[in-house]
């Protein structure tokens, strides 16, 4: 049964750069599923902020493309974000999540238990 | 991308049925067959209850069950019960190859 893990600093000061990594375990992180970052501002929605296969495509929410870095490491079993000039607005909980299904067919079968991140001085 | 429009509470008592809609364009909930809905209770992670509109993953109750109709879907919970009180969002793949989810469902059992 996969396990995923995020790790990463729980205060980002504004206009720097939020870094989080997911440790996947449990599971190869170079088999055929997509792995994705999600996250939920404190007492709102989810948010998808995109995907990553293990060869490095990706996909973006356009919302945040510009500020968005996906990157893996198969030797580590982990891929990462980075999400740059953060502010108050970037706080919230992020999630890292396998996400199933062929083609147009997906959806998000396994979550991480969440990190919370906050964006303050 | 626009969330898809859920309505903010839906209740019912225990044993009655309720219906959650999610509402989104051609370009996602109406152009595919990629549905999927979420549990959330709070502070725990989001729990896939349903998809491909209407298929339960190993372990789901039968209580749950996706539907699909245009550009419109819905998820039915039959024989509501206390557990089920929980925060529900749909979500769906896009033209654009990402993923949106929906504005989120507070389901209260009285």
């Known amino acids: 049964q996969v396990q995923l893990r995020e790790s990463g600093p729980g205060l980002v000061k504004p206009s720097e750069t939020l870094s989080l990594t997911c440790s996947v375990s449990g599971h190869s992180i170079r088999s055929d599923y997509y792995w994705d970052w999600i996250r939920q501002p404190p007492g709102k929605g989810l948010e998808w902020i995109g995907s990553l296969y293990h060869t490095g495509s990706t996909y973006y929410n356009p919302s945040l493309k510009s500020r968005v870095t996906f990157s893996v490491d198969t030797s580590k079993s982990q891929f990462s974000l980075r999400l740059s000039s953060v502010t108050a607005a970037d706080t919230g909980v992020y999630y890292c999540?396998?996400?199933?299904?062929?083609?147009?067919?997906?959806?998000?079968?396994?979550w991480g238990q969440g990190t919370l991140v906050t964006v303050s001085s | 991308q626009s969330a898809l429009t859920q309505p903010a509470s839906v209740s019912g008592s225990p044993g009655q049925s309720i219906t959650i809609s999610c509402t989104g364009t051609s370009s996602d909930v109406g152009g595919y067959d990629s549905v999927s809905w979420y549990q959330e209770h709070p502070g725990k992670a989001p729990k896939l209850m349903i998809f491909?509109?209407?298929n339960r993953p190993s372990g789901v109750s039968n209580r749950f069950s996706g539907s699909k109709s245009g550009n419109t879907a819905s998820l039915t919970i039959s024989g509501l019960q206390a557990e089920d009180e929980a925060d529900y969002y749909c979500s769906s793949h896009t033209s654009s190859s990402t993923r949106v989810f929906g504005t989120g469902t507070k389901v209260t059992v009285l």
């Open positions: 999540a396998r996400q199933s299904g062929v083609g147009s067919s997906n959806y998000v079968d396994s």
């Open positions: 491909d509109v209407n």
